[in-house]
């Protein structure tokens, strides 16, 4: 079974701070991918990032794939009440087809103004 | 656009009764997924499709069933549902790109107690 281990699981920062969200696996991903979920509703995409050392950056959020494509970062800058819900990443394209995704547990953030 | 569409968004059951969880995509996507959400646990894959008329099992099958007659619509089943059911559940679509890049669209959940 592909484990994708996020951490930390909770983080409650104050407004402004910078945080930075791990995704690690001993597996190997063709891409990574980063969803945003708030309470009541679906995870939305962020970003995808599929060549290893790969950053991509979406207004404050820089996303990292790491060089063996284990392992990947978010790190959010100057952090916001809007940046508050649940973050995760998942892995796609090593089960036998690029359909399935491997969920981590997530991280839930909450800013605090 | 609605995107994927899951009715309904709230259900109470009591043990032992039956339900199906109705999911619909206007996108014209290939793949559907049906997922369960547990606090803790993150999203689990529960069956999915990668086109009209196939499904497969995910990594948490058991006590569902799921059916794929129509390419937007993806229904999934419990047949007998137990306490251990109550989660809420996600569906979501995406298009194949066949190199694993393909996002997943997510609905909004339905929220289902099993009592």
């Known amino acids: 079974t592909q484990l994708l281990e996020q951490s930390p699981q909770f983080l409650s920062i104050q407004e402004g701070e910078n945080l930075t969200v791990y995704c690690n696996s001993s597996s190997v991903f063709s891409s990574l991918q980063w969803y945003r979920q708030e309470p009541g509703e679906g995870p939305v995409l962020l970003v995808t990032?599929?060549?290893?050392?790969e950053v991509k950056k979406l207004k404050r959020l820089t996303f990292q794939f790491g060089d063996a494509r284990k392992d990947s970062s978010l790190h959010i800058t100057a952090a916001q009440p809007g940046d508050t819900g649940l973050y995760l990443c998942?892995?796609?394209?090593?089960?036998?087809?690029?359909?399935?995704?491997?969920f981590g547990k997530g991280m839930k953030l909450t800013v605090n103004p | 656009n609605a995107g994927v569409t899951q009715t309904p968004k709230f259900r109470v059951l009591k043990t032992g009764q039956s339900m199906t969880l109705l999911c619909a995509q206007d996108m014209n996507h290939e793949y559907m997924y049906w997922y369960r959400q547990d606090p803790g646990m993150g999203l689990r894959l529960i069956h999915y499709?990668?086109?009209?008329?196939?499904?497969a099992k995910g990594e948490v099958p058991d006590g569902y069933n799921v059916s794929r007659l129509k390419k937007q619509n993806f229904l999934l089943g419990l047949e007998s549902a137990a306490p251990s059911q109550t989660s809420v559940y996600f569906c979501?679509?995406?298009?194949?790109?066949?190199?694993?890049?393909?996002?997943?669209?997510f609905g909004d959940g339905t929220r289902l107690s099993i009592l």
């Open positions: 499709s990668v086109g009209e008329g196939t499904t």
């Open positions: 990032v599929v060549t290893g050392g």
């Open positions: 979501a679509s995406s298009a194949p790109t066949g190199n694993g890049e393909e996002p997943q669209h």
């Open positions: 998942a892995g796609g394209g090593t089960q036998g087809g690029s359909e399935k995704l491997v």
